[in-house]
């Protein structure tokens, strides 16, 4: 893992992704202790104050400091994102090697779902789900790690499928190697570099999605601060106050950029292509 950093720091890209990310991770755990106000503290006396050296990225509507928002509005987004993402990298990672390697009429048959489920319109099953559910992490985590996994099974399985033609297989199957074994001694150690990038693929898109879901109201619920909530309660003061949209922005799309560079960075780094992963 030492290795893997040093090569993927050793590219520009690299080390922006990896620092970016880094940064955000780090501002998630600190906020408490370094945020200059209650996030969530509301003041009469500063409404809508423009960047000073008192409130460096201004006030909102209700007074609050934005700077301190900015700083906690990724604690929500980054814990929730990252439980998905690791619960859609597993059940799909294991699911998608399961299917690859048993071929056949239950291959095709699954894959027929899976195509399905990734024609359909996710928003807004989504927000079907969530408005049943609740708009809790308990009803948010799970979802949108199921309808993320559903991918992460689709490139998965079609890697596994060329492992699975491998001669090393095909020796532990003559070997007589039960069905599980062969999955996590010979399989699995053979795509985990596939499954690792996939993941940090599925983490930045769960991030925008959360953010979609809370600038829709089905997310974080106020007076959370949360990005994509922050966006949804200032966006009408573009035109007066641009500060208070804009901050929340930069965050979030700085993270994205981040993580999709980090991904990148450690695909090249081991050797993967990431658009032939994805059409495969």
Not at 57 to 68: E, H, K, N, P, Q
Not at 75 to 86: G, H
Not at 165 to 193: C, H, Q, W, Y
Not at 238 to 254: D, I, K, Q
Request: net charge positive.
């Amino acid at each position: 893992m030492l290795k893997l950093l040093q090569t993927v720091a050793s590219r520009p890209s690299g080390a922006l992704g990896l620092t970016l990310t880094l940064i955000h991770v780090l501002i998630a755990v600190l906020a408490p202790v370094v945020a200059p106000f209650d996030p969530t503290a509301q003041n009469a006396d500063t409404i809508l104050l423009a960047p000073s050296a008192s409130h460096w990225m201004g006030t909102d509507t209700l007074g609050r400091d934005i700077l301190s928002r900015v700083l906690h509005g990724g604690r929500l987004a980054i814990s929730v994102t990252f439980s998905a993402a690791v619960i859609a990298t597993v059940w799909g990672a294991f699911a998608g090697i399961f299917f690859g390697t048993i071929g056949g009429r239950v291959d095709e048959f699954a894959m027929r779902i899976v195509d399905a489920f990734l024609s359909m319109p996710w928003l807004l099953f989504l927000l079907l789900i969530i408005s049943i559910g609740g708009a809790g992490a308990l009803t948010i985590i799970p979802t949108l790690g199921f309808f993320y996994g559903v991918a992460v099974l689709r490139v998965v399985r079609g890697a596994a499928m060329q492992v699975a033609a491998r001669d090393f297989v095909t020796a532990a199957r003559a070997r007589g190697d039960k069905r599980g074994s062969i999955i996590l001694r010979e399989m699995f150690p053979n795509l985990a570099d596939i499954i690792l990038v996939e993941g940090a693929m599925r983490w930045s898109w769960m991030l925008l999605a959360f953010s979609s879901l809370s600038f829709l109201g089905f997310g974080a619920t106020p007076p959370t601060p949360d990005w994509g909530l922050m966006v949804a309660q200032e966006r009408g003061l573009l035109a007066t106050a641009p500060w208070a949209v804009f901050w929340p922005c930069l965050a979030l799309s700085s993270l994205i950029i981040g993580i999709n560079l980090l991904a990148d960075a450690v695909g090249k780094a081991l050797g993967l292509d990431r658009a032939t992963a994805i059409a495969a």
